[in-house]
């Protein structure tokens, strides 16, 4: 974001990949372990060829060592984007999606995109719906006055990514609209 | 005439659609390739020659034909040329198709007229000598894929995409159309597929009556032209797949059709096989021809080969050319003795037959004339014989014997040989050799390999403890297997068994324990002490042989009937046979046998639930050892209690019809395997066979048991699987805590359905449920339900029910307790991993902490116990030092016993005494072999160190 440093005051993108790791996927592993204790929980077990569910993390962990395949979540087609895609341009409100999609698609297309049929298309038709949404989020901007703004199915990376301006902005205007009433009450 | 047949292949074409023609005087072969070049071939010249190619298309060569002094091309450019025949002499454009891939061309008898087929909804006829004369021939539904002309060149059969075939008269002006049969060559609307270059022309007989043509139920059909429907059929069992192609002799006695990797010719009078000739493996053939002036048969195949076999037809089934009498007037007469229904066109038929026939001999006169001897004559009656009673009742195919998990080899020569849960083998075709692959979907338990094989191995099984090949009988090669043992990384441990000579392997099946760990880790412990498993072949002598993974050959078993499939498991192999035939109205007559390698005694003998109409598809053994099965229909079964001897029965599992997901959708379900509460599974789409490459994603489906009412169906699954798992108990194969995890999970689950009853007031079935509860607590829970409810009377009844429950104990409990007292007694082997330990933190033994016990004051009488003491307890000699200070009042218990022990040893001399050093350093060790000087032991400390590390010794020699 093309922000000062003081104005950066959300989350990074990498700290908010980080959190959606945390998130089950499926995997078909190709190993098998017994049921395992990590702090967030017990995992397994691992049972090939039999279907798996597991932190995103540890997905991602062992895909690099190529012990799993990772099964793209049904979300992650290119048919399920598609119809995203021609609702985000035919219909004014944002389409809803799963709310860390841009980060897990974003993490399993970087480390799995053999495992993700048609990956080219579905980065192709990620961006194009991030484009969309992101033109949908300015126009927000537009509407945006002191007291509230509702944006249903805004994701994650988009709340992040307004957060600043939104906060500040807002901060400001509800200072505007205030400032009369008190000089009123002064009075 | 020489008598041996002698087949001649060249590869004149790249891979792709190829088409072949013969020149009218036979003397001249045409093909043509998606290289777009026509080869014009000399019959009469050897495979070495070089032969004319003519060029000018500049598109694949989709088809040929030939007329009396010219023969045409159609290429994918949209052109049909035309040449002077026999020569590559380009004379000009005879018509063109714009926009369109030209299926077909077809000259007229007489040799005027051209029909052009293509992708357009039309057939053209057009004059040869004048292209500009054009007869449309319209109303298809879908691309033409054929066309053929009756022998007057009055009619003209359509072969359309859409699975029919049009009857025209083109002889008038305005062509009109006779008739539309539908139903019998198969529907192909994809023009991309293989199926699509398939030959499904319409065959003219040459007397007119009637045509040919390859059907989708796998025959050849003749179509009557007196009433256009089926007249007779030409079937075989061995006949698997569709005819790829099909052509008639210039007299019509013969038949050649092309099917797999055979050439089966055919008699038309006596429909049946009567020999067969080896095509390209591997390659599908695409277009047959006999030539029109000499016994010889040519066909060319998807690789581009092209293959002339010459004396196609050995001399005592006859002459494929001379027009005989044989091929009308014998076949008619003996047709209509066979044919039942349609009397009146078969009289026609003999009528017309007799009328166009010149030559005619009566049927016996031909056969003595030809091969000028009798001898011959008896066993084609006896065919004769036979033939007649196939005909008259229509007995349903049997299904062929197949590898589970297996599939054809696709058109990119590529073919699964086993597919399970443990892996997946697939092979690669190399033409001159295949390559082996051999996958885990454990990477960690088994590693992965992959093999040149030159056998071309064509049943293959993974078991558990290796992978058995089997290869088919080629020329001087007996058939042989090959079991390769997983986790043996030369050689060395597997072994190959050959088989006879004129036999062949039907089945194979690879069975065996399950790996504890790794089996990789083998070695480490200097060896595998559960074997390689158990290979059990079945073999074309009718046989079942059972061989152990060493290679040591154990027994051979007969099967009644013809072998269909099997599958092994870990401690028996199960058997699908076929014992007598299959029935009239369509059920297969299969049955399951359930051998053990054990003693080979047959654990059950079970008919399958398949229903009439359908075959098996799929057996497996499920994760837990149960025999399952899945049917075309879409059922899968489980056999239940097949551990009790004769209790066996067949359970529905799954119905996939009724599937949500199934519905509006056309797909099918390829099983690899299934678990407790899923099937696993490749989904086939449309009309999909076989999965293809690359490997699908194995689908996990949950298995919902048929129920018609829909509340009960995860309770009774998991009833199933916990007797089974009950069953299996005695071979301390399930673990006794999972298994009661199981109870408990399914006591929750009937509370629950307690609960729902109680709250509806069905107090009946809440009883009957409260019945089936396993352990006591949750008949408690079940009161305080009752009670909850405010249901004295049902509270009352529980109440008995638990009274009676304490005073007998239920079988459950009793298979219960007995696990419980194995699962003790296994309990420190079963040790888990740190991380992987889900029970309370063990109980720390501190001894130091223990309540203090009195000192016992023994006696030189009292020790009656020393006896009963471990032998290790003596060999530590640990007492020396702790004896000597016996006056401390209090010690404990362990003490005493230590105490006890050496000083028993030592001839139970002063036992109150304090053995002081002096006394000690005087003992001797009354050993002959080993006598230590006394100074040797001068302290406590020195004796000890020695007595540990000799202490064999030293507790066998009294001190």
Redesign the interface.
């Known amino acids: 974001m093309s922000l000062p440093q003081s104005l950066r005051v959300s989350v990074t993108p990498l700290e908010l990949e980080l959190i959606a790791c945390e998130q089950l996927v499926e995997i078909?592993?190709?190993?098998?372990?017994?049921?395992?204790?990590f702090i967030s929980g017990?995992y397994g077990p691992l049972?090939?060829?039999?279907?798996s569910k597991v932190p995103l993390w540890m997905a991602i962990n062992l895909k690099l060592k190529k012990?799993c395949?990772i099964?793209p979540p049904e979300w992650l087609t290119v048919d399920f984007l598609q119809e995203r895609l021609s609702r985000e341009t035919s219909q004014p409100q944002f389409s809803k999606l799963p709310f860390r999609f841009a980060e897990i698609s974003k993490v399993v297309l970087d480390v799995a995109s053999d495992d993700v049929p048609n990956a080219d298309k579905i980065r192709s038709l990620l961006k194009d719906l991030r484009e969309a949404r992101q033109a949908k989020s300015r126009e927000g901007l537009q509407q945006i006055d002191h007291s509230e703004l509702s944006l249903p199915n805004l994701c994650s990376m988009e709340i992040n990514e307004i957060r600043p301006v939104f906060v500040q902005s807002m901060g400001l205007l509800s200072q505007l609209v205030r400032e009369p009433e008190n000089r009123a009450g002064d009075v | 005439m020489s008598t041996s047949s002698r087949t001649l292949t060249n590869s004149v074409h790249p891979p792709g659609k190829t088409c072949l023609a013969f020149s009218m005087d036979g003397k001249y072969a045409y093909t043509g390739g998606s290289d777009s070049i026509v080869r014009i071939f000399h019959v009469e010249k050897g495979k070495d020659q070089e032969p004319d190619a003519a060029a000018e298309a500049e598109d694949n060569i989709t088809a040929l034909t030939a007329a009396n002094e010219c023969w045409l091309s159609a290429s994918e450019d949209s052109y049909i040329r035309t040449y002077t025949a026999g020569k590559n002499t380009f004379n000009g454009l005879a018509g063109s198709v714009k926009g369109a891939t030209i299926n077909c061309i077809a000259v007229d008898p007489k040799g005027k007229r051209i029909a052009v087929a293509s992708d357009e909804l039309m057939v053209k006829i057009s004059d040869l000598d004048n292209i500009s004369n054009v007869q449309i021939v319209d109303g298809f539904k879908r691309g033409v894929r054929k066309v053929t002309w009756d022998p007057s060149g009055s009619l003209l059969t359509v072969s359309c995409g859409d699975g029919t075939i049009a009857v025209w008269d083109v002889s008038e002006e305005q062509p009109t159309r006779l008739e539309v049969i539908d139903g019998i060559i198969p529907a192909v609307t994809d023009s991309e597929s293989e199926e699509f270059m398939h030959d499904c022309s319409a065959v003219w007989h040459p007397t007119g009556q009637r045509f040919y043509a390859a059907s989708r139920t796998h025959d050849i059909v003749a179509i009557s032209r007196a009433t256009w429907t089926k007249s007779e059929t030409l079937s075989d069992p061995s006949v698997t797949g569709s005819h790829t192609a099909i052509a008639l002799s210039a007299n019509g006695a013969f038949l050649a059709s092309a099917c797999g990797s055979e050439v089966l010719i055919w008699s038309t009078q006596k429909r049946r096989v009567l020999s067969r000739l080896q095509s390209t493996p591997s390659a599908v053939t695409i277009q047959l021809a006999f030539s029109p002036s000499q016994n010889l048969l040519a066909w060319i195949d998807t690789q581009g080969g092209f293959t002339r076999v010459s004396n196609a037809i050995a001399t005592e089934f006859g002459d494929p050319i001379k027009d005989s009498a044989a091929a009308n007037v014998q076949g008619q007469v003996i047709s209509r003795k066979k044919t039942p229904t349609p009397w009146e066109d078969d009289a026609d038929v003999d009528l017309d037959a007799v009328g166009g026939d010149d030559g005619l001999f009566g049927g016996e006169d031909w056969i003595i004339d030809d091969i000028g001897g009798g001898m011959q004559d008896k066993p084609e009656r006896q065919d004769k014989g036979d033939g007649y009673v196939k005909e008259m009742v229509s007995i349903t195919k049997a299904q062929s014997a197949f590898q589970p998990g297996s599939t054809p080899m696709s058109v990119l020569k590529r073919r699964y040989l086993a597919y399970n849960m443990i892996g997946v083998i697939e092979v690669t075709d190399q033409d001159t050799h295949h390559i082996v692959n051999v996958e885990f979907h454990d990477r960690s338990a088994r590693k992965s390999y992959h093999f040149t094989d030159h056998f071309k191995h064509d049943l293959a099984s993974s078991g558990e403890r290796g992978a058995v090949f089997a290869c088919p009988p080629e020329q001087d090669n007996p058939a042989q297997v090959i079991y390769k043992p997983y986790g043996v990384w030369s050689t060395q441990g597997e072994w190959t068994y050959i088989l006879p000579k004129g036999q062949r392997v039907l089945g194979v099946a690879a069975g065996g324990n399950k790996a504890m760990k790794s089996l990789r880790e083998n070695s480490d412990s200097g060896g595998d002490l559960q074997g390689h498993g158990n290979v059990v072949v079945a073999t074309s002598a009718g046989d079942l042989t059972f061989i152990s993974g060493s290679g040591v050959e154990q027994i051979i078993l007969g099967l009644e009937g013809e072998f269909v499939t099997m599958a092994a498991a870990e401690e028996y192999v199960i058997v699908v046979h076929r014992p007598g035939a299959t029935t009239i109205d369509g059920s297969q007559g299969l049955l399951a046998t359930v051998i053990s390698y054990e003693d080979f005694e047959v654990l059950q003998e079970k008919p399958l639930p398949i229903p009439k109409g359908h075959i098996l598809k799929w057996i497996g053994i499920t994760d837990q050892g149960i025999p399952a099965i899945y049917d075309s229909a879409g059922y899968l079964h489980i056999m239940i209690n097949f551990r009790r001897p004769n209790r066996a029965t067949w359970a529905r599992l799954l119905d996939t019809n009724a599937w949500e997901r199934k519905q509006g959708k056309d797909e099918s379900y390829w099983p690899v395997g299934c678990s407790n509460e899923t099937f696993h599974c490749l989904i086939l789409k449309g009309r999909q066979e076989y999965p293809g490459f690359p490997r699908p994603l194995i689908q996990e489906l949950p298995i919902r048991m048929p129920f018609r009412i829909k509340d009960t169906t995860e309770e009774e699954l998991l009833r199933i699987h916990i007797n089974l798992a009950r069953d299996a108990l005695p071979d301390d194969e399930v673990s006794a805590p999972d298994l009661d995890r199981r109870e408990l999970e399914l006591d929750k689950i009937t509370i629950r359905l307690i609960q729902a009853a109680c709250k509806t007031d069905k107090q009946p079935r809440a009883l009957e449920l409260a019945k089936r509860l396993n352990l006591p607590q949750s008949l408690a829970a079940a009161h305080k339900v009752a009670a909850f409810y405010k249901l004295h009377g049902l509270r009352e009844k529980f109440e008995a029910l638990i009274e009676w429950r304490e005073e007998t104990m239920t079988p459950a409990e009793e298979a219960r307790e007995r696990r419980r007292a194995l699962g003790d007694e296994d309990a420190p082997m079963a040790m888990p991993k740190p991380f992987q330990d889900f029970n309370a933190p063990p109980r720390v033994d501190r001894p130091g902490l223990a309540r203090p016990t009195g000192i016992v004051e023994h006696s030189e009488f009292s020790s009656s116990n020393a006896g009963l003491r471990p032998i290790r307890e003596k060999a530590t000699g640990l007492s020396m030092s702790r004896s000597a200070s016996p006056e401390g009042k209090r010690k404990r218990d362990e003490d005493d016993h230590m105490l006890n022990g050496t000083e028993s040893d030592v001839k139970r001399r002063a036992l109150g005494d304090a053995p002081s050093p002096a006394t000690n350093s005087s003992t001797i060790i009354y050993r002959p072999l080993l006598i230590l000087p006394n100074s040797f032991y001068q302290t406590p400390s020195l004796e000890r160190t020695l007595r540990q590390q000799i202490p064999t010794l030293s507790h066998e020699s009294p001190i």
């Open positions: 078909v592993p190709l190993i098998s372990m017994e049921k395992t204790a017990a049972r090939p060829p039999s279907k012990k395949h099964v």
